[in-house]
T-cell receptor
Framework: DAKTTQPNSMESNEEEPVHLPCNHS???????IHWYRQLPSQGPEYVIH???SNVNNRMASLAIAEDRKSSTLILHRATLRDAAVYYC??????????FGAGTILRVKS | EAGVAQSPRYKIIEKRQSVAFWCNPI?????LYWYQQILGQGPKLLIQ????????DSQLPKDRFSAERLKGVDSTLKIQPAKLEDSAVYLC????????????FGSGTRLTVV
């Protein structure tokens, strides 16, 4: 399973944008980049995924480097409810999700 | 669409006792996963089912853990006998066909072994 590297923790101010980085230098051509987040006392929830192009949805944006060796999850306006552990995961279609330690995001009011 | 249901929500047992967790996936989801999440760590896959067959159980401690998915719907995960290090949250997830973004997780069962 391809590995990802994320910072252990990050801090943001409420209502400001947050950029969560992920390095994945050994990504293969068929690996999708997934982002999940886990709020306290809940199971992980899907945020966004992409293959080669940048992606936007109602929750976030995903910016993928041209060489695909890194990506950034962008929360456009962080709220207190966005405080969670964010996981960047590489997985091919139909393959299992292998979680790392993730990034703990703290949001200050 | 109903989510992935898990029960019980919490369980406290003494070491060497047995315990079972139940999972009801989203209707129609063929793939079901059990994960173990120790405090401060990311979830670790224990077992993956495709319908009622096991696809991957390489990380399941088979001397004490067992899982089944009868009729390809509900699933149970059992630990017998439990050890202190089994204290963790046990998460169930399901997927229709493994498509990206198609995994849904339950809220988990928090097990404390004393």
């Amino acid at each position: 399973d391809a590995k990802t590297t994320q910072p252990n923790s990050m801090e943001s101010n409420e209502e400001e944008p947050v950029h969560l980085p992920c390095n994945h230098s050994t990504i293969s051509g068929t690996d999708y980049i997934h982002w999940y987040r886990q709020l306290p006392s809940q199971g992980p929830e899907y945020v966004i995924h992409g293959l080669t192009s940048n992606v936007n949805n109602r929750m976030a944006s995903l910016a993928i480097a041209e060489d695909r060796k890194s990506s950034t999850l962008i929360l456009h306006r962080a709220t207190l409810r966005d405080a969670a552990v964010y996981y960047c995961i590489l997985s091919g279609y139909g393959n299992k999700l292998v979680f790392g330690a993730g990034t703990i995001l703290r949001v200050k009011s | 669409e109903a989510g992935v249901a898990q029960s019980p929500r919490y369980k406290i047992i003494e070491k060497r006792q047995s315990v079972a967790f139940w999972c009801n996936p989203i209707s129609g989801h063929a793939t079901l996963y059990w994960y173990q999440q120790i405090l401060g760590q990311g979830p670790k896959l224990l077992i993956q089912f495709q319908n009622n067959g096991v696809v991957d159980d390489s990380q399941l401690p088979k001397d004490r853990f067992s899982a089944e998915r009868l009729k390809g719907v509900d699933s149970t995960l059992k630990i017998q006998p439990a050890k202190l290090e089994d204290s963790a949250v046990y998460l169930c997830a399901s997927s229709l066909d493994g498509r990206p973004g198609g995994y849904t997780f339950g809220s988990g069962t928090r097990l404390t072994v004393v």
